[in-house]
């Protein structure tokens, strides 16, 4: 039985900003994709839509609050979660940030609640990758 969940993106933190040290910014743009298993149903989300976002990885000015829908919809026992982030170059390819990537299975009961960095009590918690945290919840809609 299909139910109807939100994903919604908290915050990003920005660990690296992938510049020369004589900069104090890096230029970020993000794309979210999350995939069902209804109807094979796959919702990709660019933000910001036009241009891009100045971040640093000083931790007084490293996190971007968003608190973004990223999907709504039904899913019903999978449910896959993908955050990808570049770093803009102008003379040279865009450095990429890790790529994240988590699978729910198993039904929405299970998945409801915050995904973040030290969530999970764990040295390999999956939020919290070599140059950005992700921070995301899922509730019912």
């Known amino acids: 039985m299909a139910e109807r969940v939100r994903v919604t993106l908290r915050w990003i933190q920005i660990l690296d900003k992938m510049e020369p040290f004589y900069k104090d910014r890096g230029e970020f743009r993000f794309t979210a994709r999350v995939a069902t298993d209804v109807g094979a149903q796959i919702q990709e989300t660019r ?31 999978r449910l896959t979660v993908e955050l990808m982030g570049e770093e803009l170059d102008t003379l040279s ?13 198993g039904g929405a009961d299970a998945w409801v609640g915050v995904y973040g960095p030290g969530d999970e009590g764990r040295t390999t918690d999956p939020e919290n990758m070599s140059n950005w945290r992700v921070n995301y919840s899922i509730e019912r809609a």
């Open 47 to 77: 933000f910001p839509t036009e241009g891009h976002y100045e971040i640093s990885d000083h931790p007084a000015w490293n996190k971007l609050n968003l608190d973004r829908v990223i999907f709504e919809g039904d899913v019903s026992e």
């Open 93 to 105: 390819a865009n450095d990429q940030l890790d790529h994240y990537k988590r699978v729910f299975e």
